[in-house]
C-alpha cells in the first residue's frame, strides 16, 4: 500500500513552521529594524544601507482583559436570529455557570459599556442521527445582553 493512514486521514493538515535561530545565535524579534541594500530606498546612497523601521500600529480602542470576562464570556454567537435583533443587542455564547448579575459585570470590563439587562438561554443537547449512528450535538448557554441608549460594541 504506497500511502498510510495517517497520510490518508491527516495529509491536507497545514503542518506548523518551525522558525530557526539566526545563525549568530542572537533570537529574532518581530521589532527588529530591516536594512536594505544600498541603493535602494534612499536617495543617499553613499552612506551604506538604509534603515526601515516598522510602522507602529496603534489600537482603535484598548479593552480591559479582566479575569472574570476571560472565563465567563466564551465567543460572540453571531446567527441570522442575534443580527436581526437591532442595536444595542448583542448574544455571547457564555460558560455553564455564569448567571446574570456576574455576566453584566464581565461585559462592563471587557467592553466599557453600560448594560441594562441581561437574558439567559440554555441550549440543550440534540440528538442527531447519520445512518444508524446515532450522535449528540451538545448544547450550550448564550446570553442575549441590551445595552443602554447609545451603547455600542464596537467589535461586532
Known amino acids: ?3 498510510n493512514l495517517s497520510q490518508i486521514f ?5 503542518k506548523e ?6 545563525p549568530d545565535g542572537s533570537p529574532r524579534s518581530s521589532h527588529s529594524r530591516l536594512t536594505l541594500p544600498a541603493g535602494r530606498g534612499s536617495s543617499d546612497a ?15 480602542r484598548a479593552k480591559s482583559h479582566s479575569e472574570l470576562a476571560r472565563k465567563l464570556l466564551t ?17 455571547f455564547k457564555v460558560a455553564d455557570g455564569a448567571n446574570k448579575s456576574a455576566l453584566k459585570k464581565a461585559v462592563r470590563d471587557r467592553y466599557g459599556v453600560e448594560v441594562r439587562s441581561v437574558n439567559i ?7 442527531r442521527r447519520r445512518g444508524q449512528i446515532a450522535g449528540v ?19 461586532f
Open 75 to 91: 465567543s460572540p454567537h453571531i446567527s441570522e436570529k442575534a443580527t436581526m435583533l437591532g442595536e444595542g443587542r448583542y448574544v
Open 10 to 14: 491527516g495529509g491536507w493538515r497545514k
Open 46 to 60: 553613499s552612506h551604506g544601507p538604509s534603515e526601515v523601521r516598522p510602522s507602529k500600529i496603534e489600537p482603535i
Open 121 to 127: 438561554v440554555a441550549e440543550r443537547d440534540k440528538t
Open 17 to 22: 513552521l518551525k522558525t530557526r535561530k539566526p
Open 1 to 3: 500500500m504506497p500511502f
Open 137 to 155: 450535538k451538545s448544547g450550550f448557554k448564550k446570553a442575549v445582553v441590551t445595552l443602554k441608549a447609545g451603547q455600542v460594541i464596537s467589535e
